[in-house]
């Protein structure tokens, strides 16, 4: 598979697939069973996100057959979607998501592998990321990549969501 930003045509269609991937595994879904039109909607949003200062990153199959596999939004110093990467020397992603088609064929650890790839290329020291407490299969991906939980950092966005904080130190 290939990793690249995402096109300007395939823009919609990463936001698609990112909602997709969330609500494949109930993670649009409140404690109440109400869904989460918001969020929905940010997910959708990937164009705006990259009109932002986001970049959107796809994986693809080679050939081109088969459409996106999956998306990640890398939120590089300077992007207004960085959450917890508060200083210059942090990067940080957001939005991990895999077609509900093509998971199990290390989709996101080639998004995720990328967004190092990017951070250490501007000489960021540390990557960061905020994860739901339920997405237990991505905290085992980041475990498997070095990735440390960061308790201290844990926050709530809205009172109902709780997310967990990890990072790694970059060599």
Known sequence: MEVRVARPTELADAGALTVAGYEADG????????????????????????????????????????????????????????????????GEFRSLSVAPTARRRGVARALVTDCLQR?????????????????????????????????????SPVPEVHLWAFSLTLP
């Open 27 to 90: 993670h649009l879904r409140r404690p109440d069973g109400t869904f989460d039109d918001r969020y929905a909607a940010w997910l959708t949003d990937a164009p705006g996100r990259s009109a932002a200062g986001s970049t959107i990153l796809v994986a693809v199959d080679p050939d081109g057959v088969g459409g996106l596999l999956g998306a990640v939004t890398w939120c590089p110093p300077g992007s207004p979607h960085r959450e917890l990467a508060t200083g210059a020397h942090q």
């Open 119 to 155: 951070a250490r290329d501007l000489g960021l020291t540390e990557m960061v990321l905020s994860s739901l407490v339920e997405m237990t299969p991505a905290h085992k991906l980041y475990a498997s990549l070095g990735f440390v939980r960061r308790p201290e950092l844990d926050w």
